[in-house]
């Protein structure tokens, strides 16, 4: 049996005019707001019906960089009400390593206006990776199988292993059960660094457990990134994170989940120098770019698309349209 060889190039970034395929259509606001959530949410909520999975990341205790409860209170009471935000159990040691810290947790971190399920609180499902290398299966929280459609609903920023943390990271790491899933993306069996898997076999591994999970809801998954408060750490380092530094962009939403983290990825490297070059080494020193291609080779999606200005009657825009005027550092918004 011949060894498996992760690829290569994570940290290279293809501009837009290199890339081939198809074009994805991917919705853009400014407005980081309630409102502008429910109105890029309104954009791709046509695929979504039955009982609604939203996967979001509920923090460490007092995480400083956490989507704003408010909004996503009134994005649910208002569009989705009989939504359950869902979360899964961390392999990290933290309050979220069972289901009782994590409960707690929930509370410190203001999710309590809604039922959030633990996904492997009673277990764990095996759900197939189509065309995977490093996995014929991934282990996922057992609770995700009672769901018919699924909303992303992600904090893009950086990430200490990932590079940035989107859609992808989202989704793969964040359904991968806490004790079998996330153990098989992070760690080489039978020796001793949990975290010894990195750069482009680690963004594999992470792509094939989010492949597992949309395939298993096919057409019936939506992605919205909020490029807001963009540490180059993981909301799963709480108020340890790095401050950010990389200015606030806006929202992002599509049907296409790598059409969605290109974009984001795209209006990152469209910014200023010194607003962007925290955020950009972080991405190319994890080899984190691989994830982007990783997903085009497992036919995941576009990295080609058509940016939708919903602000100013749905016009196409390119990213540095979407970007221009912003400058400097990150300024703190009415939530931080």
């Known amino acids: 049996m011949s060894k498996i060889v992760a690829g290569t190039g994570g940290d290279k970034y293809i501009p837009y005019s290199e890339r081939t395929g198809a074009e994805s259509v991917v919705y853009f ?12 949410f309104d954009k791709v909520k046509e695929v979504l019906s039955g009982k609604i999975a939203v996967k979001l990341h509920t923090g460490e205790p007092h995480g400083p960089n956490i989507l704003p409860r408010p909004w996503v209170k009134e994005l649910l009471d208002k569009k989705i009400p009989d939504a359950k935000i869902i979360e899964t159990n961390t392999y990290y040691t933290s309050p979220r390593q069972t289901t009782e810290g994590h409960r707690e947790n929930l ?24 065309n995977g290398k490093w996995f014929k299966e991934m282990s996922v929280g057992k609770n995700l199988l009672n ?8 904090h893009f920023k950086g990430h200490v292993q990932g590079g940035f943390g989107g859609s992808d990271k989202n989704i793969g790491i ?7 899933g996330k153990k098989w993306i992070h760690t080489t069996p039978n020796q001793p660094d949990k975290w010894d898997i990195a750069k482009e076999e680690f963004m594999e591994r992470m792509t094939e457990s989010t492949q597992a999970t949309i395939s298993h809801f096919k057409n019936k998954i939506a992605y919205i990134n909020v490029m807001r408060n963009m540490s180059v750490s993981c909301d ?13 962009v806006g929202i ?10 290109q974009a984001c990825v795209d209006l990152v490297y469209a910014l200023p120098e010194e607003s ?35 602000d100013n009657g749905d016009a196409e825009i390119k990213a540095a349209d979407a970007v221009k005027g912003i400058s400097g550092k990150w300024i703190p918004d009415a939530f931080n």
């Not at 606001?29 to 890029?40: C, E, N, Q, V, Y």
Request: charged residues 25%; glycine residues 8%; negative net charge.
């Open 276 to 310: 962007k070059n925290d955020l950009v080494e972080r991405m190319e020193s994890r080899h984190g770019l691989r994830q982007l291609t990783y997903m085009k080779e497992l036919q995941m999606g576009n990295d080609k698309y058509k940016l939708i200005d919903i």
């Open 174 to 180: 964040g359904c991968a059960d806490g004790k079998i």
């Open 236 to 248: 799963c380092e709480g108020t340890a994170a790095q401050p950010v530094v990389t200015p606030d």
């Open 147 to 154: 769901y018919d459609s699924f909303l992303a609903l992600t």
């Open 29 to 40: 606001t400014r407005d980081l707001s309630a409102a502008g959530l429910m109105k890029i």
């Open 252 to 261: 992002l939403a599509s049907l296409d989940i790598l059409a969605v983290d």
């Open 107 to 130: 509370k410190t971190n203001g999710w309590t206006f809604c039922t959030v399920d633990i996904l492997d609180e009673d277990g764990t499902a095996l759900l197939p990776v189509p």
